[in-house]
């Protein structure tokens, strides 16, 4: 077999002939070289680096002792390493993952600073004295009053503990603020929630015109609370007392919370949820674990003053004397 003709550069100034067959005999014909040989130097500089990516015989591969797996797996690594978009990829999801890092980061820093700030609004008040954060210098005297007087006192008479059960089930439809500064009317109206007198209402006459041009809560709460009444008179047949029934549910003794962060305190608890169902399977209305949690706390049933509140060992030092 003769050798493939050599091809040589080509310069812009001159032209080179070589010898072809042409298709009517073997006369030699002399044709230039013109610009399509260039492509076809291209394709022999092509081919001439062909060998290098062309995959290689198992023969060849046992003879040099060359794992053929090895081979191929180290080329796809490496086209891999040299792919732009696997390396996008990658950069883009380590991107995310710094994004989604700093995110959570800058979130709870943001929480921290809240929290702080909350601390530090806690310490303007004029006696200097450290409150919850839910009650802040520009609060109502009266709301204000309630968390450092009431909330979180422990409530062992039978009135007073109807009364706070009634004003929670209200927060469905009234706020703290609103039942606070109607606090006189609702004892008015539901006779100082004394629970014996009120069961001996009647629906016509706690739904009367007389109360209800006095707004106080929707007929359905108004209900609730007179059918409460009658279910409290019951316990009180049953246990000696609505007292001694509730406190059984804590052992008599509060339960102390140590929140230090408005965060922490939850709205409801497993032992709201046990005692919404026995009073539910008694006959009470409106009595969710919600409402019944709110009443724990307001009642003293559980303390949950933060610990930086000063009210928070004020309620400590109460439930040891028993006062």
């Known amino acids: 077999m003769s050798a493939p003709p050599r091809v040589r550069s080509v310069e812009s100034s001159d032209r080179e002939f070589r010898s072809v067959l042409s298709p009517a005999g073997n006369k030699l014909q002399q044709k230039p070289l013109s610009k399509p040989?260039?492509?076809?130097?291209?394709?022999?500089?092509?081919?001439?680096?062909?060998?290098?990516?062309?995959?290689?015989?198992?023969?060849i591969l046992r003879r040099n002792g060359i794992s053929m797996?090895?081979?191929?797996?180290?080329?796809?690594?490496?086209?891999?390493?040299?792919?732009?978009?696997?390396?996008?990829?990658?950069?883009?999801?380590?991107?995310?993952?710094?994004?989604s890092g700093s995110l959570s980061s800058s979130s709870s820093l943001r929480r921290n600073l809240t929290e702080e700030r909350d601390e530090k609004a806690s310490d303007c008040f004029s006696d200097g004295r450290k409150r919850c954060a839910w009650i802040t210098p520009k609060s109502d005297q009266c709301y204000i009053a309630f968390h450092d007087e009431e909330?979180?006192?422990?409530?062992?008479?039978?009135?007073?503990?109807?009364?706070?059960?009634?004003?929670s089930g209200a927060l469905a439809e009234l706020s703290w603020k609103d039942i606070l500064s109607k606090r006189?009317?609702?004892?008015?109206?539901?006779?100082?929630f004394d629970p014996v007198a009120i069961s001996e209402l009647t629906n016509k006459k706690i739904t009367s015109s007389?109360?209800?041009?006095?707004?106080?809560?929707?007929?359905?709460?108004?209900?609730?609370?007179?059918?409460?009444?009658?279910?409290?008179?019951?316990?009180i047949v049953e246990f000696g007392s609505f007292d001694k029934y509730?406190?059984?549910?804590?052992?008599?003794?509060p339960t102390q919370s140590q929140f230090r962060y408005?965060?922490?305190?939850?709205?409801?608890?497993?032992?709201?949820?046990?005692?919404?169902?026995?009073?539910v399977r008694r006959g009470f209305r409106?009595?969710?674990?919600?409402?019944?949690?709110?009443?724990?706390?307001?009642?003293?049933?559980?303390?949950?003053?933060?610990?930086c509140c000063f009210r928070h060992h004020d309620c400590m030092t109460k439930d040891d004397t028993g006062n």
């Open 37 to 59: 040989v260039a492509d076809k130097t291209k394709n022999l500089t092509f081919t001439k680096k062909m060998p290098q990516c062309s995959p290689l015989s198992p023969s």
């Open 69 to 99: 797996t090895a081979s191929y797996s180290s080329d796809a690594s490496s086209s891999c390493e040299s792919s732009p978009l696997s390396v996008a990829s990658t950069s883009s999801g380590k991107r995310a993952l710094r994004r």
């Open 151 to 167: 909330w979180g006192v422990p409530v062992h008479d039978d009135k007073r503990l109807f009364e706070l059960l009634s004003l």
């Open 184 to 192: 006189q009317l609702f004892r008015e109206v539901f006779m100082d």
């Open 210 to 235: 007389e109360i209800a041009t006095t707004t106080l809560l929707s007929e359905q709460k108004l209900r609730s609370i007179l059918e409460n009444a009658n279910q409290v008179c019951k316990i």
């Open 246 to 253: 509730i406190w059984n549910f804590v052992n008599q003794k």
């Open 262 to 279: 408005p965060r922490q305190v939850p709205v409801k608890t497993s032992k709201a949820d046990l005692i919404s169902k026995d009073l």
């Open 286 to 307: 409106s009595v969710s674990p919600t409402v019944i949690y709110s009443f724990m706390q307001t009642a003293g049933l559980t303390n949950d003053h933060l610990t």
